[in-house]
C-alpha cells in the first residue's frame, strides 16, 4: 500500500451557465436510468473510476448501494454513443435545494473525443431542471487531469481546497 498526498477541490455553481458546448459527434444520446440495479451501476462505476482510484461505491454491499441509487431523488444519467455505454453522471438531490453531482466520467476508450465537455453541459442541465439553489462536485489530483479544468470552464467556481493523505490500493 502506497500513501499520496492529495489535494480535493470543492467546486459549486449558484445559477444556470449560459453557454452551450455543441455536440462533437453525431450519435451521443444520454439516458436518465431511472431504476439502476447495483451490478449496471457498479460495473459502469468500475470501468470508469477504475484509473482513478475511485472506492468508496466499491466498499458497499448491493443492498447499500441499492438504498442510494434506488432513491427517487438520486439520478443515473448514462451517455451512450452509437448505442454503447461511453460514460455516466450520478445527481444526488436527496439534500433540500442543493444537487451534488456524486459521480462524473468516462469510459476510457472515449476520452479525448470532446465527449467530456458536451456530456458535462447536459449533466449540468438536467441539474438545473430542479432548480436548486446549488450545485456542487468536488474533484482530485487523483481524477482525469483535465477533470478541475473542465469543471470550471463549465461555469463551475472553486470554494475550498483540502490536502490530505490517501492509501492506495
Same mark, same amino acid.
Given at each position: 500500500?502506497?500513501?499520496?498526498?492529495? =489535494? =480535493?477541490?470543492?467546486?459549486?455553481?449558484?445559477?444556470?451557465?449560459?453557454?452551450?458546448?455543441?455536440?462533437?459527434?453525431? !450519435?451521443?444520446?444520454?439516458?436518465?436510468? %431511472?431504476?439502476? =440495479? @447495483?451490478?449496471?451501476?457498479?460495473?459502469? *462505476?468500475?470501468?470508469?473510476?477504475?484509473?482513478?482510484? &475511485?472506492?468508496?461505491?466499491? %466498499?458497499? #454491499?448491493?443492498?447499500?448501494?441499492? @438504498?442510494?441509487?434506488?432513491?427517487? /431523488?438520486?439520478?443515473?444519467?448514462?451517455? *451512450?454513443?452509437?448505442?454503447?455505454?461511453? !460514460?455516466?453522471?450520478?445527481?444526488?438531490?436527496? $439534500?433540500?435545494?442543493?444537487?451534488?453531482?456524486?459521480?462524473?466520467?468516462?469510459? +476510457?476508450?472515449?476520452? !479525448?473525443?470532446?465527449?467530456? %465537455? &458536451?456530456?458535462?453541459? $447536459?449533466?449540468?442541465?438536467?441539474? &438545473?431542471?430542479?432548480? +436548486?439553489?446549488? /450545485? &456542487?462536485?468536488? #474533484?482530485? #489530483?487523483?481524477?482525469?487531469? @483535465? @477533470?478541475?479544468?473542465?469543471?470550471?470552464?463549465? !461555469?463551475? #467556481?472553486?470554494?475550498?481546497?483540502?490536502?490530505? $493523505?490517501?492509501?492506495?490500493?
Amino acid at each position: 500500500m502506497t500513501s499520496v498526498e492529495v =489535494t =480535493t477541490f470543492y467546486l459549486e455553481m449558484r445559477s444556470r451557465p449560459e453557454h452551450s458546448v455543441p455536440a462533437p459527434r453525431e !450519435g451521443l444520446t444520454v439516458v436518465h436510468v %431511472k431504476s439502476p =440495479t @447495483a451490478e449496471y451501476y457498479r460495473s459502469l *462505476y468500475d470501468v470508469v473510476g477504475q484509473d482513478y482510484n &475511485w472506492r468508496s461505491r466499491r %466498499k458497499m #454491499t448491493p443492498e447499500q448501494l441499492l @438504498a442510494i441509487i434506488g432513491d427517487p /431523488l438520486d439520478e443515473l444519467h448514462v451517455l *451512450y454513443v452509437d448505442g454503447v455505454p461511453a !460514460g455516466f453522471a450520478e445527481l444526488d438531490r436527496r $439534500q433540500p435545494n442543493e444537487i451534488e453531482l456524486v459521480q462524473f466520467g468516462l469510459v +476510457p476508450s472515449f476520452i !479525448g473525443q470532446g465527449l467530456g %465537455k &458536451w456530456f458535462l453541459q $447536459q449533466t449540468v442541465e438536467a441539474a &438545473w431542471a430542479h432548480q +436548486p439553489e446549488r /450545485l &456542487w462536485v468536488h #474533484t482530485c #489530483t487523483l481524477d482525469h487531469r @483535465a @477533470a478541475l479544468s473542465n469543471y470550471l470552464k463549465a !461555469g463551475f #467556481t472553486l470554494y475550498k481546497e483540502e490536502i490530505c $493523505q490517501r492509501v492506495l490500493g
